[in-house]
C-alpha cells in the first residue's frame, strides 16, 4: 500500500471504530462531520460501509444530507457538491479538505492543469489562493506538482491513490483495463514482428560477411601459389647459370690439357731434329718450350 493511502487509511480508522456507537442521528452526523473536517482523512470508503451511517438513507432529510455530504468527499468534486441541493454547509476545514480532494481528481486530465480552469473548477478568485491549494496538496503528498506562474500552469508529476471509486465505477474500470490490455497486446505483437525481422537481417548479413571472409582467403591463396613459381623458377635459371659456369671451366681445362700433349709432341719433333742439328736448333727450342710451360699454366689456371 502506498504510504500517503496507509496515512489517510490510519487517520479515518478511529472513526469507523466509534461508528457502531452512533445509535442516533445525531451521532452519526457528528461522526461525518469530525472525519471530514480531519486534516489528514483523504478516504472514507470503509466509514460510508458501516450500518450507522447507512442507516441515515432512511432518516430525516435533514440528517439524510449529511450521507450524500460524506459521499462526496469520497468521490465528488467541489463542482458537484455545490450543484446538489439540499446539502448542509462546509466549515473552514472542509472548504479546503473538498477543494484539495478535488484537485486530485482534475489532475487526472492534464487539459485541466491551467490556472483558468482550475480556478474555475474550485470557485477560487486568484492565482494566489489556487496556488495554495496546489501547494497544500503538495505538502500532504496528494500530488507532486510544480506551479509556473510565468506560463500559468501546474505541472504534475505523480497522483496519489487516494480518492474512493463511485458506484458503477469498478465497470468503467474494466472496460479501461480492457482496452489497455487489448493495446499493450497489440504493441507487443508490432514488437515480436519487428525483431523476427532484425534477426532475420542479422542472419542474412553475418552469412555475407562470411562469404566475403572466404572470398577474401581464397584471392589470398591464389596470390600465395603465383609467387612461389616465380620464385621456383628464378631458381632454377640460376641453377643453370651455376652448371654452365662450371661446364666452361671444364671444357678450358681439357683445351689446355690438349694444347700440352700437342707442345709436348713438338718439343719431342723439335729435340730429335736438333740433336741432328746441333746446339743452336736446341737452343732455338728453347723460347717455345717457354712458351708452352705458358699455354699450358693458362689452360690448368
Known amino acids: 500500500m502506498d504510504p500517503v493511502q496507509a496515512r489517510a487509511r490510519d487517520a479515518l480508522e478511529p472513526y469507523v471504530r466509534l461508528a457502531p456507537s452512533a445509535t442516533s442521528p445525531r451521532a452519526a452526523v457528528d461522526l461525518i462531520v469530525q472525519a471530514t473536517s480531519n486534516a489528514n482523512t483523504f478516504i472514507f470508503a470503509e466509514l460510508l460501509e458501516t450500518s450507522k451511517i447507512q442507516a441515515l438513507r432512511d432518516a430525516e432529510p435533514r440528517y439524510s444530507c449529511y450521507l450524500t455530504q460524506l459521499e462526496l468527499f469520497a468521490w465528488g468534486t ?15 476545514q472542509q472548504h479546503y ?11 487526472r486530465d492534464p487539459a485541466n492543469l491551467t490556472y483558468t480552469n482550475l480556478q474555475s473548477a474550485l470557485a477560487l478568485s486568484t492565482a494566489r489562493a489556487l496556488e495554495d491549494v496546489v501547494i497544500g496538496a503538495n505538502n500532504a503528498g496528494l500530488i507532486t506538482a510544480r506551479l ?8 504534475v508529476s505523480s497522483i496519489a491513490p487516494l480518492r474512493d471509486l463511485r458506484p458503477g465505477a469498478v465497470g468503467n474500470l474494466l472496460d479501461a483495463l480492457t482496452a489497455w490490455d487489448v493495446r499493450c497486446g497489440s504493441v507487443l505483437r508490432e514488437i515480436d514482428v519487428q525483431v523476427k525481422e532484425l534477426r532475420r537481417k542479422a542472419v542474412t548479413r553475418r552469412k555475407e560477411e562470411e562469404e566475403y571472409q572466404k572470398m577474401l582467403e581464397k584471392n589470398s591463396s591464389h596470390q600465395s601459389g603465383g609467387a612461389d613459381k616465380l620464385g621456383g623458377g628464378s631458381k632454377r635459371a640460376a641453377a643453370d647459370g651455376v652448371g654452365s659456369s662450371q661446364d666452361d671451366g671444364d671444357e678450358a681445362m681439357v683445351m689446355g690439357e690438349d694444347m700440352m700433349d700437342l707442345d709436348d709432341s713438338w718439343v719431342a719433333t723439335a729435340m730429335s731434329m736438333g740433336q741432328a742439328d746441333g746446339p743452336a736448333d736446341a737452343r732455338a727450342g728453347q723460347p717455345r718450350k717457354n712458351a708452352r710451360a705458358k699455354t699450358g699454366g693458362l689452360g690448368r689456371r
Open 78 to 92: 467541489w463542482q458537484e457538491y455545490h450543484a446538489t441541493p439540499n446539502l448542509p454547509p462546509l466549515n473552514e
Open 97 to 107: 479538505k473538498l477543494r484539495m480532494l478535488s484537485l486530485l481528481t482534475l489532475c
Open 148 to 155: 509556473s506562474p510565468s506560463t500559468s500552469l501546474v505541472h
